[in-house]
């Protein structure tokens, strides 16, 4: 089946240490994006690929990393340089001629 | 409605009742509306999207309502059922000079739809 696939479902994480989130899209989509979401919060945008090997800032980008290699693959890394990493992690994709985004389910990372 | 602060706005309807979800959006240059849902511990599900050259546009029990004149945004379920509980979101889609920001979208807060049998 066709869809975005986000591992892992939880990470924990201890203070001082990176940790990368995986993205994967099997739809043929130009763009990705990595939001974040806290509770009792909307979505905030991170990073965002509009094309292999480009990627810009979003909302947040302070403390994360990406990098955009392959079409389908859109890895978020967390730095120990992000202050409050705790949150729930969305990647999401969108193709040229709509503007609706495919999420994946999600990736819930706790710093310990 | 949706409100910015850390308290969610919450609707609680009975089975079978009308429910309408209120958003307010902030940039008159927006072009591109969408609602999505979002169930417990997963990613967001898209319900009902809206350009904005229409004011209406209807899906599957549900009307999506745009009110540029106010900024308001509006999602009307029909006959509401309890699998329907969940957090909506409604996201615009601001046009910059140039052309539109190609599916970046900004989110509001959200509400929580609770639905009682």
């Known amino acids: 089946d066709g869809g975005i696939t986000q591992s892992p479902k939880y990470l924990f994480r201890k203070e001082g240490q990176n940790v990368t989130l995986s993205c994967e899209q099997n739809l043929n989509h130009d763009a990705m994006y990595w939001y974040r979401q806290d509770p009792g919060q909307g979505l905030r945008l991170i990073y965002y690929?509009?094309?292999?090997?480009?990627?810009q800032k979003g909302d947040i980008a302070e403390g994360y990393s990406v990098s955009r290699e392959k079409k389908e693959s859109f890895p978020l890394t967390v730095t120990s340089a992000q202050k409050n990493p705790t949150a729930f992690y969305l990647c999401?994709?969108?193709?040229?001629?709509?503007?609706?985004?495919?999420f994946g389910e999600g990736s819930r990372l706790t710093v310990l | 409605g949706e409100s910015v602060g850390l308290h969610l706005p919450t609707l609680s309807v009975q089975e079978g009742d009308n429910s309408i979800i209120n958003c307010a959006y902030s940039?008159?240059?927006?072009?591109?509306f969408i609602w999505y849902k979002q169930e417990s511990g997963k990613g967001p599900q898209f319900i009902i999207d809206i350009r904005s050259n229409m004011d209406k546009r209807q899906g599957q029990r549900v009307t999506v309502l745009l009110n540029k004149t106010v900024k308001h945004l509006s999602l009307q379920i029909a006959a509401t059922q309890p699998g329907d509980s969940a957090v909506y979101f409604c996201a615009e889609r601001i046009r910059y000079a140039g052309g539109t920001s190609y599916g970046k979208l900004t989110f509001g807060q959200g509400t929580i739809l609770t639905v009682h049998p």
């Open positions: 999401a994709s969108s193709g040229q001629s709509t503007g609706e985004l495919f």
């Open positions: 940039n008159s240059a927006s072009d591109y």
């Open positions: 690929s509009q094309i292999v090997n480009d990627f």
